[in-house]
Every structure is written in structure tokens, then in C-alpha cells.
């Protein structure tokens, strides 16, 4: 899910932050089924630059505190700013059941917790116009990533976010430009505590695979994330 950053609402991180600990990612995947995992950041945590602060569980009280110091006050079962409620849209593709699922679902969370959401299901050239030109105060979407993606196209450049760090920027071109690997962890744990304190996006849920194979398969049958024929030269037929 991305913020729009430009928006009145979403330009204040803590405001995003809050909305990112009232999310219970295990309630969100447990309405979708099989085929899922959970996501804390662009790539899943066996990417060996994961970090485990990218964790974050639910916490009602953290987001509490900071609606509270954002000038948000609870009323009557509904989050007020001077005089105007906490409400916004998240857009999402139609044709995604998948997405609709699990947003249907962030909606509900956000709701019981007093913000008033509401969800855009639009038609799949509707949503791809809507994306293009960011028209949207938060959009369900996803990215087909490979295992080094590109952190700029989320946090770079014209990223559907309308997010800009110079920080970050500062961080993903010493990324890009090292090949030290002990520096690129730690630029890497910069970064995360950038996207920490701000929280441009909140990463849900990833696809998984399965590999079904013959019982009479033996070996050290092992596939993996990276490759599904790893140690295959020690597979055997029984």
C-alpha cells in the first residue's frame, strides 16, 4: 500500500506510522488462504541485507501516541483535527481478488480503530490511468521483484509515493556505487531507519510457490526461493 505523501493527511509520517502499527498482518493473511506470506519491506527477510527491525507488529498504543502528537484527538469514536475527521480512500484493481481481500480487511482494522476508510474498487484500465497519474490518497498495488530490486523505484524519482528523502537518495547511491559488502550493510540499516521513521509505504503480503514432486523422489530434495532444482544432482528415483 502506498501513501500519497502530497496529500494534506499523508505529508505527516507520523500519521502514516500510525496507520502502519494498527495493521495486523497474520489477520490480513489468514482471510486470503494459502499462497501467501508476509512482507516488512521491498524484499522478503532471507534477502541477506533483511534486518529485523523491519518487524513491526501491531501496536495500538504507539499509534495512539502518535495520532496524539500529529493534533489528532479521539471523539466519539472517530479521529478529529480541527474540526475535520480522520477519513481517506484506498484505491484498489477490481480484478485483483487477492488485493480486494486484503484490503477489505486493512479497511476494517483502520475502521474498528475509530479512521474512517473507505475502499475504490475500480476497473483494471481505470486503475492503471489512476496509478499513472497518482490520483489517489492510498493505492493497493504490487511490484514484480527480483531478489536485488531496485530500491529507487519505490524511494527515488517520481515513485508513486511522491516520497523525497534526500537522505535516502544520499544512501541508495552509496548502495549502488560499493561493492563492499560490510558498507552496504550498513548503508542498508540507514535506510531502514528512514523508512521506519516515515513509512512512504506499508509492504503486506508477498505471493508464495509450492513444489509438488513424486514420492518416489528421494535425495536431498531441497528447492528453495533462489532455485527449485538446488542439489538436484543429489536427487534420486527410488
Request: charged letters at 20%; aromatic letters at 14%; a negative charge.
Amino acid at each position: 500500500m502506498a501513501f500519497n505523501t502530497n496529500n494534506e493527511i499523508f505529508s505527516d509520517p507520523r500519521v502514516r506510522k500510525a496507520i502502519t502499527l494498527l495493521l495486523d498482518k497474520n489477520n490480513i493473511l489468514a482471510s486470503m488462504g494459502a499462497g501467501y506470506a508476509p512482507l516488512n519491506f521491498v524484499y522478503g527477510n532471507e534477502n541477506c541485507m533483511y534486518d529485523e527491525k523491519l518487524n513491526i507488529q501491531y501496536n495500538s498504543e504507539e499509534a495512539d501516541r502518535l495520532l496524539n502528537e500529529a493534533g489528532w484527538n479521539y471523539i466519539n469514536n472517530a479521529w478529529i483535527k480541527e474540526g475535520k475527521v480522520l477519513r481517506f480512500s484506498i484505491v484498489v484493481d477490481s480484478t485483483r481478488a487477492d488485493r480486494v481481500n486484503a484490503v477489505n480487511t486493512v479497511a476494517n482494522q483502520l475502521i474498528n480503530h475509530g479512521i474512517n476508510v473507505s475502499i475504490k474498487e475500480i476497473s483494471n484500465s481505470k486503475y492503471i490511468e489512476t496509478l499513472n497519474n497518482k490520483n489517489y490518497e492510498v493505492i493497493m498495488t504490487g511490484f514484480k521483484v527480483g531478489y536485488s530490486p531496485k530500491l529507487s523505484i519505490f524511494f527515488g524519482e517520481n515513485n508513486i509515493a511522491n516520497y523525497s528523502n534526500e537522505n535516502v537518495n544520499n544512501l541508495l547511491n552509496t548502495i549502488k556505487n560499493t561493492g563492499d559488502y560490510n558498507v552496504q550493510k550498513d548503508n542498508y540499516n540507514k535506510l531502514y531507519d528512514e523508512y521506519l521513521n516515515e513509512f512512504p509505504y506499508i509492504f503486506l503480503y508477498r505471493e508464495t510457490d509450492s513444489v509438488i514432486f513424486n514420492q518416489s523422489l528421494c535425495g536431498k530434495v531441497s528447492p528453495n526461493s533462489f532455485s527449485i532444482f538446488y542439489n538436484i544432482e543429489k536427487w534420486y528415483r527410488q
